[in-house]
């Protein structure tokens, strides 16, 4: 089955460590997206990559960083600068970074204490 | 302010009910419209989209743009409790420098019940 799998669902992490979330896709998609969902905000943007190699800042990258040395992963750190990591992270892709289409996978929830 | 508002709800309505879910946006640059549904626990998937103004039908939902009142809705006709989820309302911009970057609503959590 073509899509995203995002790994692992639950990840729990003591303050200060930092934090590697995993985006692998099969859909043969040029861009893939970061968001970080939050109770009663919606989803925000962290990080997008157009192509291997290449990425940029979303709305919230701050204490974030990725990679995209493969077409078919976008790993997600977060790090011990992030203030207030605990939240639901989901990935995503699209065709091209021009689709408005973006397919998400199920989601990581991080708790951070 | 936050460029897309959404009433958050909880919304809770009979079997066999209209639903009608709403976005209000500031920014008059946004040209694509979707609503994406997102069940507990999983990540979000597209519902309707929409280019510029208009209405869009497809089975029981049906889309509209206001575009010169920056107002959009989502119409659920015959509500059933699988429709039960968070609706998620999202715009881009055209071109350029706003490829990428979907701006989404808070979300608007759904019951439906039998």
């Known amino acids: 089955d073509g899509g995203i799998t995002q790994s692992p669902k639950y990840l729990f992490r003591k303050e200060g460590q930092n934090v590697t979330l995993s985006c692998e896709q099969n859909l043969n998609h040029d861009a893939m997206y970061w968001y970080r969902q939050d109770p009663g905000q919606g989803l925000r943007l962290i990080y997008y990559?157009?192509?291997?190699?290449?990425?940029q800042k979303g709305d919230i990258a701050e204490g974030y960083s990725v990679s995209r040395e493969k077409k078919e992963s976008f790993p997600l750190t977060v790090t011990s600068a992030q203030k207030n990591p605990t939240a639901f992270y989901l990935c995503?892709?699209?065709?091209?970074?021009?689709?408005?289409?973006?397919?998400f996978g199920p989601g990581t929830r991080l708790t951070v204490t | 302010q936050k460029e897309v508002e959404q009433d958050p709800g909880p919304l809770s309505v009979p079997e066999g009910a209209i639903v009608s879910l709403n976005c209000t946006y500031s920014?008059?640059?946004?040209?694509?419209f979707m609503w994406y549904r997102q069940y507990s626990r999983k990540g979000p998937e597209l519902l309707m989209y929409?280019?510029?103004?208009g209405n869009k039908e497809d089975g029981r939902f049906t889309a509209q743009v206001d575009k010169s009142s920056k107002y959009i809705s989502l119409f659920i006709r015959d509500s059933q409790p699988s429709d039960s989820a968070t609706y998620l309302c999202?715009?881009?911009?055209?071109?350029?420098?706003?490829?990428?970057?979907?701006?989404f609503g808070q979300g608007t959590i759904l019951t439906v019940h039998p």
């Open positions: 999202a715009m881009r911009r055209a071109g350029g420098t706003s490829y990428g970057k979907l701006t």
């Open positions: 990559s157009q192509i291997v190699n290449d990425f």
């Open positions: 920014n008059s640059a946004f040209q694509y």
């Open positions: 995503a892709s699209s065709t091209t970074v021009r689709s408005y289409e973006q397919y």
């Open positions: 929409t280019y510029s103004s």
